[in-house]
């Protein structure tokens, strides 16, 4: 079936430091999304992709969808501890609604 | 404002129970879906649904039942419960199947003995 591999799996930053992270497929999909999730919480919508090559920024995120509509990236600027979380990358094929999800990145900011 | 809600927040049961976990949407959406969460895994489609009246098999479907008689209630019955169910359950809506922009609830942790 369809997988997402995301990377790195966990990633141990300083405060002020920029953070990178992706998710690459060898399917095709039409939509990206990023998410990240508190402890204890249920995920929320960072940003949302919806065309290949599309660069989109929200706040201090930026994400890209791949020009081969196979990979997204997710970039962090300036970490914040606030930061600290689950983030999973996730992506449609398009009509039917559902999404895939990979694994997740957790970071982890010291002070 | 309500968004996803989900009851209850912690279930422990015992093998061979059957339970039902309850989710609701104040935002009208007509897309609702069901994930479980295990350590390592990431998110699973277990149940979706378009629409009131229609219901589909996600990625892993067994053990579970799911119905759709309202916009807003979209419940996930475990039948009989075994210790593999034993996980973190997320319910999520968005507007429609062209707009992929999920909201999730707070999730249930399910512990199965």
């Known amino acids: 079936g369809q997988q997402l591999n995301q990377s790195p799996q966990s990633m141990f930053i300083q405060e002020g430091e920029d953070v990178s992270m992706n998710c690459t497929s060898s399917?095709?999909?039409?939509?990206w999304l990023w998410y990240k999730q508190d402890p204890g919480e249920g995920p929320v919508l960072l940003i949302a992709l919806y065309k290949a090559g599309e660069l989109t920024s929200n706040g201090r995120l930026t994400a890209q969808f791949g020009i081969t509509r196979k990979d997204s990236f997710l970039n962090i600027s300036a970490s914040i501890p606030s930061d600290v979380g689950i983030y999973f990358c996730a992506a449609s094929e398009g009509s039917q609604g559902n999404l895939i999800f990979g694994k997740g990145t957790k970071l982890s900011v010291k002070p | 404002n309500a968004g996803v809600t989900q009851t209850p927040k912690f279930q422990v049961l015992k093998t061979g129970q059957s339970m039902t976990l309850q989710c609701a949407q104040d935002m009208n959406h007509e897309y609702m879906s069901w994930y479980r969460q295990d350590p390592g895994m990431g998110l699973r489609l277990i149940h979706y649904s378009v629409g009131a009246g229609i219901t589909d098999q996600g990625e892993v479907p067994n053990g579970y039942n799911v119905s759709r008689s309202t916009t807003e209630d979209f419940p996930l019955r475990l039948l009989s419960a075994a210790p593999s169910q034993t996980s973190v359950y997320f319910c999520?809506?968005?507007?429609?199947?062209?707009?992929?922009?999920?909201?999730f609830g707070q999730g249930t942790r399910l512990t199965v003995v």
């Open positions: 999520a809506s968005s507007s429609d199947t062209w707009n992929l922009e999920a909201f």
């Open positions: 399917s095709i999909f039409n939509t």
